[in-house]
Structure formats: C-alpha cells, structure tokens
C-alpha cells in the first residue's frame, strides 16, 4: 500500500519554510534545456569564468597527497589561519583561527549562525529585498523575520533611523549583505558607520555580514561592518569560495565571529556535517592566498 504524503506523517518542520526559489528555477532550467529548450538562467549567482587552474590543480595535489581523511570539524588550522592573513590582506581586519568555522558553503554558514544565534519568537531584521535562503533559516529556527523594506530612491539600503525604528526588545539579529543579492547595492563606509552607530545603542543585536559577493562588486571599494569598534564582537561576517574563485559546486564557506559564536557553530556543525570537504579546504588555501582582487579600488 503506498502512503499519501499526509499519513507519513513528516515533521511539522517541513511546513514551517519553503524551498529555495533559486533552486527550484534552477531545476527547471536544468530540465528545459535537457528538452533541447534554448533558456536564459538567471536563477542561480554562478560567476561567468571557471575555479582558476592554480585552484584546481591544489585540489589535484590534496587528491594525491592524501587529504582523504575526516577534517577536524571547524576546518583544517592552516586554511583557518589563510582566512585570516585574507581578512587582514582584503579588509584590514585582525582575526585568530579560533574565530573562524570553515562549512559546506556560505549557506551552511548562515545556517549555523542562525541556529546559533535565534531562539523562538526572536526577531531577525532584513533589509529586503533579499536572499531567499534568509527568511527560511530564520523560520526553521522558529524565530520570526521582520523584513525592512528599502526603496529605488534610496538604491535599496536602509538607513539608520530605519533601522533603529526596527529594533525591539526581540530583535536578536539585523543579517543583511552587501554587496547585496538580488539587488547588487553597496553600503559605503559612511552608510555602514551610521548603522554601526545604531548597533551600539542596542547590545542584545547581533550582525550577521554576508560578504560572499565581496569580490562581484560594480560599485565601490568593500567595506564591512566589522571594522567598526565597539560592535566587532557581535559581527559575524560570512564569505566563502562560491562567488569570487568561481567555485560554487566545491561548497565552500567560512565566517568570522567571537570565539563563542565559532564554537556554537562549531557544535552544531560537528552534529551535521563533521566539517568541510577536505579536498575543497586544501584547494582553498591556495585560493585565499592569492590576491584576485580588481586593482583599480
Ligand atoms: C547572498 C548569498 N549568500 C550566500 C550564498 C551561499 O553561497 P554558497 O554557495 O557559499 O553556499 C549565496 C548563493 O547564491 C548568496 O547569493
């Protein structure tokens, strides 16, 4: 007897998020163009140039070197300490391997801060518009996403009296990214200043800064909100591999945080994944080594 999907009684989990939009469009472009249908993907952010032969051929050497064991859980030292000789390089940031968690992509990056970070009913403001992932993992995790809308006028970024309005005594987190996906705005130093300013009024709010499109950035030089005192220790940026090295199927990602924020993500990584690719993590030493970045800014 086959069971309707109602009788198998699956976790109410699954009612509580949707799934990804990008990837349901990307399936459909997948299945169209098997149909021998000429489509125009705009579904998924793939970078239009393939992983750099430096980065594949690391990755060669890993194979035959025999990185082929399980990888200590928050990645392996020598890749946490190359994020963090990128970090200083590319944005003048000090951090100390014991702050960064190397993941199975920036996704799941944002997957262990959130669940981290956000009990139930806890708020987490986001800028709209936004990456569709975002408001799913906030509700997987039973808190509740406040979505802040922004206007063309105002080249879809808020402001800080916005923010500030947003704030609540359940406002647990502000994520926002920048350069943003979808609509490719860039905070400038100034703008992130002004939130920052709003941040240190309310300690209970922590930032969570996705950065993956640091590199993809048509607009002005990168700066994030990290760089700011008195706030640096409730940011955590997000980044990986994806965007910027072309490497999107190699599922690599990274943060920076508080050492407690690491460890928490830490924890819940070791429970579902047990850490990184090991292949991808040796590739990415090389990757993070290499200064790609445009040399006009
Ligand atoms: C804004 C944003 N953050 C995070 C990700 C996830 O990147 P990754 O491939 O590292 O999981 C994406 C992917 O499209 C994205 O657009």
């Known amino acids: 007897m086959q069971l309707t999907a109602e009788a198998m009684q699956l976790?109410?989990?699954?009612?509580?998020?949707?799934?990804?939009?990008?990837?349901?469009?990307?399936?459909?472009?997948?299945?169209?163009?098997?149909?021998?249908?000429?489509?125009?993907?705009?579904?998924?952010?793939?970078?239009?140039?393939?992983?750099?032969?430096?980065?594949?051929d690391a990755a060669k050497k890993a194979i035959d070197d025999n990185w082929s064991h399980y990888p200590p859980v928050?990645?392996?030292?020598?890749?946490?300490?190359?994020?963090?000789?990128?970090?200083?390089?590319?944005?003048?940031?000090?951090?100390?391997?014991?702050?960064?968690?190397?993941?199975?992509?920036?996704?799941?990056?944002?997957?262990?801060?959130i669940f981290a970070l956000v009990d139930e009913g806890d708020e987490v403001i986001i800028p709209a518009p936004f990456w569709v992932t975002y408001s799913e993992l906030v509700k997987m995790a039973r808190g509740v996403p406040v979505?802040?809308?922004?206007?063309?006028?105002?080249?879809?970024?808020?402001?800080?009296?916005e923010l500030e309005d947003a704030i609540t005594d359940r406002s647990k987190v502000f994520?926002?990214?920048s350069p943003c996906n979808?609509?490719?705005?860039?905070?400038?130093?100034?703008?992130?200043?002004?939130?920052?300013?709003?941040?240190?009024?309310?300690?209970?709010?922590?930032?969570?800064?996705?950065?993956?499109?640091?590199?993809?950035?048509?607009?002005?030089?990168?700066?994030?909100?990290?760089?700011f005192e008195g706030i640096k220790e409730r940011v955590i940026i997000?980044?990986?591999?994806?965007k910027g090295f072309a490497m999107t199927g190699w599922r690599l990602g990274y943060i920076a945080a508080s050492p407690e924020v690491a460890k928490a993500c830490e924890k819940l990584q070791g429970q579902f994944t047990s850490g990184a690719n090991t292949i991808a993590q040796r590739a990415a030493i090389t990757a993070l080594t290499t200064d790609l970045r445009p040399k006009k800014w």
Do not use: W
Request: net charge negative; with cysteine.
């Open 175 to 177: 994520l926002f990214s």
């Open 182 to 227: 979808p609509s490719g705005s860039v905070y400038s130093k100034d703008e992130l200043e002004a939130l920052a300013n709003v941040f240190r009024k309310y300690p209970q709010v922590f930032i969570i800064s996705d950065e993956i499109y640091e590199y993809i950035n048509f607009v002005s030089r990168h700066e994030s909100i990290a760089s």
């Open 11 to 56: 976790s109410s989990l699954l009612d509580r998020f949707a799934e990804p939009e990008t990837l349901k469009m990307a399936k459909l472009g997948r299945e169209l163009r098997a149909r021998g249908i000429d489509v125009i993907d705009l579904s998924l952010g793939e970078p239009d140039f393939d992983t750099p032969q430096h980065i594949k």
């Open 74 to 113: 928050a990645g392996y030292p020598d890749l946490r300490a190359a994020v963090c000789t990128k970090f200083k390089r590319d944005n003048d940031l000090d951090y100390k391997p014991e702050n960064i968690v190397i993941s199975t992509g920036a996704k799941q990056s944002l997957a262990n801060i």
């Open 147 to 161: 979505i802040l809308s922004t206007t063309m006028e105002n080249k879809f970024k808020i402001s800080a009296a």
């Open 238 to 242: 997000v980044n990986g591999l994806s």
